[in-house]
């Protein structure tokens, strides 16, 4: 059971470069999102989506687009990466929202604009 | 706005100790708390708290929730260095997206 798989692990962009971010899961779950990391923040909801055509902003969607054509898939693409978009990004999924089910977690993507 | 404030930031102690991690939370709507750990890579799961005084309790971790007072606190007995991670305590407050707010994170060091 491959759980959340995320690719790619590491990537380097240059600033105004475009780029997505891989998600995909194989547990059915309707909720799906994408989180970041940074050091001192914690992690911050980017996007998110309840089921497959649905998609919805989080706290820090500006930079960022997704689609949810399937309940396996996730991607997110960063449409003019800037600087302040490295990160740690990492892919969430869940039967249900919150208390329902915790969120599955994937290995994470290390993103360094230069 | 949702808080979730986790003391303390950062802590050392010798293998064999016991920690307390703490976990205090504004939210106007709670639901339940959970606790991840996160070592190198994505944070896995520890335990959801839903209700007041009830202890959940995994090994050598346990974890209680005091829905008066507004905190949780996780308990790790006779450390080992392979808990060193960063532990992550989340609210879900049922509000707006996935209703999950997140404290910045204890990050936990056990030294041999």
């Known amino acids: 059971n491959a759980g959340v798989t995320q690719t790619p692990k590491f990537q380097v962009l240059k600033t105004g470069q475009s780029m997505t971010l891989q998600c995909a899961q194989d547990m059915n779950h309707e909720y799906m999102s994408w989180y970041r990391q940074d050091p001192g923040m914690g992690l911050r909801l980017i996007h998110y989506?309840?089921?497959?055509?649905?998609?919805d902003q989080g706290e820090v969607p500006n930079g960022y687009n997704v689609s949810r054509s399937t309940t396996e898939d996730f991607p997110l693409r960063l449409l003019s990466a800037a600087p302040s978009q490295t990160s740690v990004y990492f892919c969430?999924?869940?039967?249900?929202?919150?208390?329902?089910?915790?969120?599955?977690f994937g290995n994470g993507t290390r993103l360094t604009v230069t | 706005e949702d808080k979730v404030v986790q003391s303390p930031l950062s802590l050392v102690v010798h293998e064999g100790d016991t920690v307390t991690l703490n976990c205090s939370y504004e939210?106007?709507?709670?639901?339940?708390l959970l606790w991840y750990k996160q070592e190198k890579k994505a944070p896995t799961f520890l335990f959801m708290l839903?209700?007041?005084?009830i202890e959940k309790k995994s090994g050598r971790l346990s974890s209680i929730l005091d829905k008066k007072e507004l905190f949780s606190i996780l308990n790790i007995t006779a450390t080992q260095t392979g808990d060193s991670a960063i532990y992550l305590c989340?609210?879900?407050?049922?509000?707006?997206?996935?209703?999950?707010?997140f404290g910045k994170g204890t990050h936990l060091i056990i030294q041999p």
């Open positions: 969430a999924s869940s039967m249900g929202q919150g208390y329902r089910s915790p969120l599955h």
């Open positions: 939210v106007t709507n709670f639901r339940s």
């Open positions: 839903t209700s007041s005084g």
């Open positions: 989340a609210v879900d407050s049922g509000g707006g997206a996935d209703g999950l707010t």
């Open positions: 989506s309840v089921g497959a055509g649905i998609t």
